[in-house]
């Protein structure tokens, strides 16, 4: 191990070191009846910064509207994790439409959190409200749970979620998730769940 990454050798995806890994530069594309999960592109850009500045989907991400700049961040994000973790986030595309609403996917972003969830592939979703309620957030999560179980196995996934968003809680369930005694985040309560195989 040089000096230049002893500090931080990254997360453990369940049971594969993190050199075991595969080698997955970005997010592979995934299809389900209704749905494409793939890597964001340029393009995506538009859609992504307009579901960042509604204010009913950013309600439980701060409350505050992403400006564009912010979104174009959060994009570049959610493609550059998968070369540095070997997962990451989906852009999710209906089919039919050829319109991306959403995206999901697992993340490490150091929180400062306390229980510390570092290091595991931590779940989380974002959808724009045109497809709420018509399961197109279930059927993308379990699609990218599949692919995570599948390739890494992991022995626990945390996601974390707002006190007030009884929507995503109501989700994380569905998929398998329960709830935890809530987390302090950022000086706040959040609520914390897991799924454990």
Known sequence: ???????HPGPDPGTHA?????????????????????????????????????????????????????AWRRLTMAVGQWPLLGFGY????????????????????????????????EMGWVFDPSVHGKGIAVEAARAALDWIDATYAPPEIPAIISI?????????ERLGFVREPDAVYLDELIALFRRRR
């Open 1 to 7: 191990m040089t000096a230049a990454n002893s500090r």
């Open 18 to 70: 993190a050199n075991d890994r595969p080698a997955i530069h970005s997010a592979p594309t995934l299809e389900t009846e209704r749905l494409i999960l793939r890597s964001f592109r340029r393009e995506d850009l538009d859609a992504h910064a307009a579901k960042l500045a509604d204010r009913e989907v950013v309600r439980h991400l701060g409350g505050h509207a992403f400006n564009r700049e912010d």
């Open 90 to 121: 989906w852009a999710v595309e209906l089919k039919a439409e050829n319109r991306m609403v959403g995206e999901v996917g697992f993340a490490d972003f150091e929180r400062g959190m306390v229980p510390d969830i570092s290091g595991a592939p």
């Open 164 to 172: 007030e968003n009884a929507r995503s809680m109501r989700l994380a």
